[in-house]
């Protein structure tokens, strides 16, 4: 099997049989394809639907009589042969799309059935194979005629099995890659499939792997790069690199281009050839390999591009080393799947849908790339910029364009960077996406056209579009396996990031829903810190971190440490963002949002944060305050009219029972309890204005951040909770505003403290002690007017064996406990006389809710972390805001 057409298999001895009915009594396997069209060949009663069942799944197989059936409610009316067959090749060509292999059950004696079949094997790019069963026209005969449902006339099976046999030279001839004939009942009972992987079906290689760029003759660079990536050369008798191991067992995959330009084709043929022999690396055809190639074989070929070189430096080398690199450059298959289908490797690039494939069009394409059909001011092609289409979930790592660095580009990164034109030999350390470069000796070759890119650079052209986040998705999370969003969650999803979001490049993530504790049966008490401890402590969970819910909003920040910083990563330049949890700009007023987002960079500086974790940005979760900052209209409109209202009627109605009861009127129990309606009520304007207070700029701003979720190259959303509020701490610690000289500002213009510290408490669920300890600083913190609490895994991501049904057993990230006053806000200011009815609230729809949330932000960060293009990041960042459209009672 190859995917080159240009090498087509000699066919086996089963192809050039005489014509005659002799039988081999040797059992025949016959090699297939694990990805092919199958076309089984041979007259009405040769056996087909047997032979097909007992070698293949009954879903691979498309037979035309059940086709038939499917239209006509009849397998035998031959008046509905056209639309059946139209269904058939309709079904055919939806299971080749997938990449299943098909089997076609029909007689396909006739050339024009065939060539149809093979035209749509050709338009997916697999092989089509033959399967002829030529058995006896008589024993055929017989067979039909013992089935009642079956009633052929006399001639058609004579007529079926006279086109079989002019057909059996001319099969590899109408384009059938491999043509297998099996002659006489006894050859067809006995024969068995050998299923095939394709030769670029190296998925069970997972690495690490050290994926090198265009080399091109450049022997002492690839030497240098080499060694630098950690491998040891072993060299001949004469000095010469013939193999390059690596100690911690990683492969060098090479993507082509080994050849011409440089000063040293022969050695890096020499060195290659040696670690693909030992086992050490793989390697995949430049354009340069297939035109050298093609040179040394005799063939006419346009001598140009540095070929000559090739040729000269070759032609001192032994014809036994040059018989060795014909036989190596012949050899080359046109791209590797790799690491379970994560990472395709090939020369000049390679659209999902050419990954896995065979076919001309898919080597010429891995070959020589796709053009726009013009010409540069140089005379050179101009390539199709596939890269920036690329939607692939497959790593696509190629060379063939040089440009002068390498960059990841939609999950696809160019290695080309130019060595042989003085430029630098680069390598990808894969899974690490850890570019390494060697600068080149010297300009080798002087390039046609300055060395500059006309494939995409660092920045993606379309970081978001329609088509990656409408109608109904299935989002892959590595924690949760997969999340429907539903079509018009998405709808409404789509709704919100067009006309409210902030720019969709810098939406790294949204924070995930958080259910609150199992409801309390205590008295008096809706939600208790009891019922969080105990729950945590069925799931496994022993250590918590209970903190601080603060008075505000929650809020993500996306923190530059300079004006470059976001644009080398995210494509927007600036000093960075803050967003509320549906993707919108918390702050209307832009200055404002620049003098916070000044104070945090300002404090990760001074407490060293950029340093400690490589990065030049941050993305942290924080709650801003006051409430009032953000919901100041909510507030205005539902809660201070609530307030009022009460305010201005229940005096009044207590004054008037007063009266009543003044005149001898029984009023006792109506006017305690509308007493108790107004103190209810003075209590929930008390709850909401803790949230309120007046700020003018930076000034009553409160910026209280609990979690860093994110750096350059790393996801900290994973990392245990003490870990973070150790890191908040320093960075609160760091916010030291700037003090005037002594004398020249009275202390009461100073300038304040923007960010807060978040106060927490741990706990140990077996240690009784340590439960009511945290009990008693909820108890207190909700005394003073505080919102509750959230309690946490201290571990942060943990799983239960347990499970209960969810997948992966994740356990719930934080659970909320709010305090009495609080929930008077939520539940009304008369809630607590209805606690047996709001006891029946279910939770389970927002804790699965919370999970699925939680999921695919962690997936979010997980692929910012390892590089991958931003759509990808958005995808589950979408699917977070498409989730909050489903339909939970909003106070939970």
């Given at each position: 099997?190859?995917?080159?057409?240009?090498d087509?298999?000699?066919?086996?001895d089963?192809?050039h049989q005489?014509?005659d009915?002799?039988e081999s009594?040797?059992p025949?396997r016959?090699?297939?394809?694990?990805?092919?069209?199958?076309?089984?060949?041979?007259?009405s009663?040769?056996?087909?639907?047997?032979?097909?069942?007992?070698?293949?799944l009954?879903?691979?197989?498309v037979?035309s009589d059940f086709?038939?059936?499917?239209v006509?409610?009849?397998?035998n009316d031959?008046s509905?042969?056209?639309e059946?067959?139209?269904?058939l090749?309709y079904?055919?060509g939806?299971r080749?799309?997938a990449?299943r292999?098909?089997?076609v059950d029909?007689?396909?004696v006739?050339p024009?059935?065939r060539r149809q079949?093979?035209?749509?094997?050709?338009?997916h790019d697999v092989?089509p194979?033959?399967?002829?069963?030529?058995?006896?026209?008589g024993v055929?005969a017989?067979?039909?005629?013992?089935?009642?449902?079956?009633?052929?006339?006399a001639h058609?099976?004579?007529?079926?099995?006279?086109?079989?046999r002019?057909s059996?030279?001319g099969l590899?001839r109408?384009?059938f890659r491999?043509?297998?004939?099996l002659?006489?009942?006894?050859?067809?009972a006995?024969?068995?499939?050998?299923l095939?992987?394709r030769?670029?079906?190296?998925?069970?290689?997972?690495?690490?792997?050290d994926?090198?760029?265009?080399?091109?003759?450049?022997?002492?660079?690839?030497?240098?790069?080499l060694t630098r990536l950690?491998?040891t050369?072993?060299?001949?008798a004469?000095?010469?690199p013939v193999?390059a191991?690596?100690p911690?067992g990683?492969t060098?995959?090479?993507?082509?281009?080994?050849?011409?330009r440089?000063?040293d084709?022969?050695?890096?043929?020499?060195?290659v050839?040696?670690?693909v022999?030992?086992?050490?690396?793989?390697?995949?055809?430049g354009n340069?390999?297939?035109?050298?190639g093609?040179?040394?074989?005799g063939?006419?070929?346009?001598v140009?591009h540095?070929?000559?070189e090739?040729?000269?430096?070759?032609?001192?080398?032994?014809?036994?080393?040059?018989?060795e690199?014909?036989a190596?450059?012949r050899?080359?298959?046109?791209?590797?799947?790799?690491?379970?289908?994560?990472l395709?490797?090939?020369?000049?690039?390679?659209?999902?849908?050419y990954?896995g494939?065979?076919?001309?069009?898919?080597r010429?394409?891995?070959?020589?790339?796709?053009?726009?059909?013009?010409?540069?001011?140089?005379?050179l092609?101009?390539?199709?910029?596939w890269a920036?289409?690329?939607?692939?979930?497959?790593?696509?790592?190629?060379g063939?364009?040089?440009?002068?660095?390498?960059s990841?580009v939609?999950?696809?990164v160019?290695l080309?960077?130019?060595?042989?034109?003085?430029?630098s030999l680069?390598a990808?350390?894969?899974p690490?996406r850890e570019l390494?470069?060697?600068e080149?000796?010297?300009e080798?070759y002087?390039p046609?056209?300055?060395?500059?890119?006309?494939?995409?650079?660092?920045?993606?052209?379309?970081?978001?579009d329609?088509a990656?986040v409408?109608?109904?998705?299935?989002?892959?999370?590595?924690l949760?396996g997969?999340v429907?969003?539903?079509?018009?969650?998405?709808a409404?999803?789509?709704?919100v990031?067009?006309r409210?979001a902030?720019d969709?490049?810098l939406?790294?993530?949204?924070?995930?829903t958080?259910a609150p504790s199992?409801?309390?049966?205590?008295d008096?008490y809706?939600?208790h810190p009891e019922?969080a401890f105990?729950?945590?402590?069925a799931?496994?969970?022993?250590h918590l971190?209970c903190?601080e819910?603060?008075?505000?909003?929650?809020a993500?920040?996306?923190?530059?440490?300079?004006g470059?910083?976001?644009?080398?990563?995210?494509?927007?330049?600036?000093?960075?963002?803050?967003?509320?949890?549906?993707?919108r700009?918390?702050?209307?007023?832009e200055?404002?949002t620049g003098a916070?987002?000044?104070?945090?960079?300002a404090a990760a500086?001074?407490s060293?944060l950029f340093?400690?974790l490589?990065?030049?940005?941050?993305?942290?979760d924080?709650e801003?305050?006051p409430?009032s900052?953000?919901?100041?209209?909510?507030l205005r409109?539902?809660?201070a009219?609530?307030g009022?209202?009460?305010?201005a009627?229940?005096?009044?109605?207590?004054?008037?029972l007063?009266r009543?009861?003044?005149?001898g009127?029984?009023l006792a129990?109506?006017?305690a309890?509308?007493?108790q309606r107004?103190a209810?009520a003075?209590?929930?304007?008390?709850?909401?204005r803790?949230?309120c207070?007046p700020?003018?700029?930076?000034s009553?701003?409160?910026?209280?951040p609990f979690?860093?979720l994110?750096?350059e190259?790393a996801?900290?959303?994973?990392?245990?909770?003490?870990?973070?509020?150790?890191?908040?701490?320093?960075?609160?610690?760091?916010d030291?505003?700037d003090?005037?000289d002594?004398?020249?500002e009275s202390?009461e213009?100073r300038?304040?403290?923007v960010l807060h510290?978040?106060?927490r408490?741990?706990v140990d669920?077996?240690?009784?002690?340590s439960?009511?300890?945290?009990t008693?600083w909820?108890?207190?913190?909700?005394a003073?007017g505080g919102?509750?609490?959230?309690?946490?895994?201290?571990?942060?991501?943990?799983?239960?064996a347990r499970g209960e049904?969810?997948p992966g057993g994740?356990?719930?990230p934080?659970?909320?406990?709010?305090?009495r006053?609080?929930?008077?806000i939520i539940?009304g200011?008369?809630?607590?006389?209805?606690?047996?009815r709001?006891r029946?609230?279910?939770?389970?729809?927002k804790?699965s809710l919370?999970?699925?949330e939680?999921?695919?932000g962690?997936?979010a960060l997980?692929?910012?972390?390892a590089?991958?293009?931003?759509?990808?990041?958005h995808?589950?960042v979408?699917?977070?805001?498409a989730?909050?459209?489903?339909?939970v009672?909003?106070?939970?």
């Amino acid at each position: 099997m190859t995917d080159d057409p240009t090498d087509t298999p000699t066919p086996g001895d089963d192809q050039h049989q005489d014509q005659d009915h002799a039988e081999s009594t040797t059992p025949r396997r016959l090699p297939v394809t694990d990805v092919s069209l199958v076309v089984l060949i041979g007259t009405s009663g040769a056996g087909k639907s047997t032979f097909a069942r007992r070698h293949f799944l009954p879903t691979q197989v498309v037979s035309s009589d059940f086709c038939r059936g499917l239209v006509a409610d009849d397998e035998n009316d031959q008046s509905a042969s056209a639309e059946a067959f139209d269904l058939l090749h309709y079904i055919v060509g939806k299971r080749l799309a997938a990449g299943r292999l098909t089997v076609v059950d029909a007689t396909n004696v006739q050339p024009e059935a065939r060539r149809q079949l093979v035209a749509i094997a050709r338009e997916h790019d697999v092989l089509p194979i033959a399967i002829v069963l030529d058995v006896p026209p008589g024993v055929c005969a017989e067979r039909n005629r013992s089935r009642p449902d079956r009633r052929l006339p006399a001639h058609v099976i004579p007529r079926q099995h006279r086109e079989l046999r002019r057909s059996l030279r001319g099969l590899e001839r109408e384009g059938f890659r491999k043509v297998h004939v099996l002659r006489g009942e006894a050859e067809v009972a006995t024969a068995g499939i050998e299923l095939e992987k394709r030769y670029n079906d190296l998925r069970h290689l997972t690495g690490p792997f050290d994926i090198v760029g265009d080399i091109h003759g450049c022997r002492s660079e690839l030497e240098t790069l080499l060694t630098r990536l950690g491998y040891t050369l072993t060299r001949d008798a004469e000095g010469r690199p013939v193999d390059a191991a690596h100690p911690a067992g990683r492969t060098a995959v090479f993507v082509g281009d080994l050849v011409d330009r440089g000063p040293d084709t022969p050695g890096v043929l020499r060195l290659v050839m040696g670690m693909v022999a030992a086992g050490h690396a793989l390697c995949v055809p430049g354009n340069h390999e297939n035109k050298l190639g093609r040179a040394m074989d005799g063939k006419k070929v346009n001598v140009a591009h540095g070929l000559q070189e090739s040729l000269d430096q070759l032609a001192g080398e032994s014809e036994e080393f040059r018989a060795e690199a014909r036989a190596f450059m012949r050899g080359l298959v046109s791209h590797y799947l790799l690491d379970g289908g994560a990472l395709v490797v090939c020369h000049a690039g390679l659209p999902e849908r050419y990954h896995g494939r065979n076919s001309g069009r898919v080597r010429s394409h891995a070959l020589y790339g796709d053009t726009t059909g013009e010409t540069d001011e140089y005379g050179l092609p101009v390539r199709y910029p596939w890269a920036e289409e690329y939607r692939g979930r497959a790593l696509v790592v190629y060379g063939h364009t040089p440009v002068p660095a390498a960059s990841f580009v939609n999950n696809t990164v160019c290695l080309d960077t130019g060595c042989v034109f003085g430029g630098s030999l680069t390598a990808l350390r894969y899974p690490e996406r850890e570019l390494v470069s060697v600068e080149a000796e010297r300009e080798w070759y002087a390039p046609v056209r300055p060395l500059i890119t006309d494939a995409p650079g660092a920045r993606e052209g379309r970081p978001l579009d329609l088509a990656d986040v409408a109608g109904r998705r299935i989002v892959e999370t590595g924690l949760y396996g997969r999340v429907a969003v539903r079509e018009e969650n998405a709808a409404a999803a789509l709704e919100v990031m067009s006309r409210f979001a902030l720019d969709p490049r810098l939406l790294a993530y949204l924070p995930p829903t958080m259910a609150p504790s199992a409801t309390s049966r205590r008295d008096g008490y809706l939600e208790h810190p009891e019922e969080a401890f105990l729950g945590y402590r069925a799931d496994g969970v022993r250590h918590l971190v209970c903190e601080e819910k603060h008075m505000g909003s929650r809020a993500v920040l996306l923190v530059a440490r300079d004006g470059a910083a976001l644009e080398r990563r995210f494509g927007v330049a600036g000093p960075g963002a803050i967003w509320t949890r549906t993707g919108r700009a918390f702050l209307a007023d832009e200055e404002l949002t620049g003098a916070v987002l000044d104070r945090v960079r300002a404090a990760a500086e001074r407490s060293g944060l950029f340093e400690e974790l490589a990065t030049d940005w941050l993305l942290l979760d924080a709650e801003l305050m006051p409430w009032s900052l953000k919901a100041v209209e909510l507030l205005r409109r539902q809660y201070a009219a609530v307030g009022a209202a009460a305010g201005a009627a229940l005096p009044e109605v207590l004054s008037a029972l007063e009266r009543a009861a003044g005149r001898g009127l029984d009023l006792a129990g109506l006017t305690a309890r509308q007493r108790q309606r107004a103190a209810d009520a003075r209590a929930f304007t008390e709850a909401y204005r803790r949230y309120c207070w007046p700020t003018e700029g930076l000034s009553g701003i409160r910026l209280a951040p609990f979690q860093l979720l994110a750096a350059e190259g790393a996801n900290l959303a994973v990392r245990p909770h003490d870990e973070h509020l150790a890191w908040i701490d320093r960075l609160v610690a760091a916010d030291v505003p700037d003090t005037p000289d002594a004398g020249t500002e009275s202390p009461e213009h100073r300038e304040e403290p923007v960010l807060h510290r978040t106060r927490r408490i741990l706990v140990d669920t077996e240690d009784e002690a340590s439960t009511a300890a945290a009990t008693a600083w909820w108890e207190e913190l909700t005394a003073a007017g505080g919102e509750g609490m959230v309690v946490k895994p201290l571990a942060s991501l943990v799983r239960t064996a347990r499970g209960e049904g969810r997948p992966g057993g994740l356990v719930q990230p934080g659970v909320k406990v709010r305090g009495r006053e609080y929930l008077r806000i939520i539940y009304g200011p008369d809630y607590t006389e209805h606690l047996d009815r709001l006891r029946l609230r279910a939770l389970g729809h927002k804790r699965s809710l919370a999970l699925r949330e939680y999921a695919l932000g962690l997936e979010a960060l997980d692929r910012l972390a390892a590089g991958e293009p931003l759509w990808r990041v958005h995808e589950p960042v979408f699917a977070v805001l498409a989730l909050e459209s489903e339909p939970v009672d909003p106070r939970l």
